[in-house]
């Protein structure tokens, strides 16, 4: 991406406003926004032409070896605008490695495989390691076990109110006119009371003497 030179004044004041805000007038804040307008039309121009540039290249690669020539040159050209290389790309290099622009392009596509395959793996790594750092839990917040008993177990006795025994319930009166309960069956000893022994007559004592 290259700026002209009316491009570049309003870059250079842009970064002076940004340090000192206070002194942005109603031209450089125009200024500010046709820059950026101008930035972001140049990002999307840029992907489409990147856009492009991969399909050529993918048509290159299905035509190889006739296209080597033109492939290298696209390949190249891609890698430049921030291409990635692909496990087709490799392969195609590898078929191609008697060509020392080919050896030389396959070094270069190796050494950025290598980059992504460990970006890749620090960022699962971070993903793996970001769970578990939140699972964590201070030990003033772990769950609390059950302890034998339930909550009976748990309660200070002294803190429970006595309880008092129940009071037994009043017999209820009988209403008016109702029949008198029956009297209960009475027992033999209430029947045939126990007889207590006579005492001695005087005539015996006698004789004894």
């Known amino acids: 991406m290259a700026f002209g030179v009316e491009e570049l004044r309003v870059l250079r004041r842009a970064l002076a406003l940004a340090l000192h805000p206070a002194t942005a007038s109603a031209d450089d804040v125009q200024d500010c926004l046709r820059l950026a307008e101008s930035l972001d039309e140049t990002a999307r121009e840029s992907a489409r032409l990147r856009a492009f540039l991969v399909a050529d290249l993918g048509r290159y690669r299905a ?78 917040r772990t769950r609390l076990l059950a302890l034998p008993g339930g909550l009976a177990a748990t309660e200070d006795p002294r803190e429970k109110p006595a309880q008092r025994p129940a009071a037994p319930q009043p017999r209820p009166a009988p209403a008016p006119g109702a029949p008198q309960p029956a009297r209960p069956v009475p027992t033999p000893g209430e029947v045939f009371p126990r007889r207590k022994p006579a005492p001695p007559s005087s005539g015996r004592r006698l004789a004894a003497g």
């Open 63 to 140: 035509a190889l070896p006739g296209t080597a020539a033109g492939y290298l040159t696209l390949l190249e050209e891609a890698l430049g605008a921030g291409y990635r290389p692909h496990p087709d790309d490799l392969a195609a290099l590898r078929a191609l490695r008697g060509n020392p622009t080919a050896a030389a392009l396959l070094h270069r596509c190796r050494l950025l495989a290598e980059q992504d395959v460990r970006a890749r793996l620090a960022r699962r790594t971070a993903r793996v390691a970001t769970p578990a750092a939140l699972s964590t839990v201070p030990a003033s």
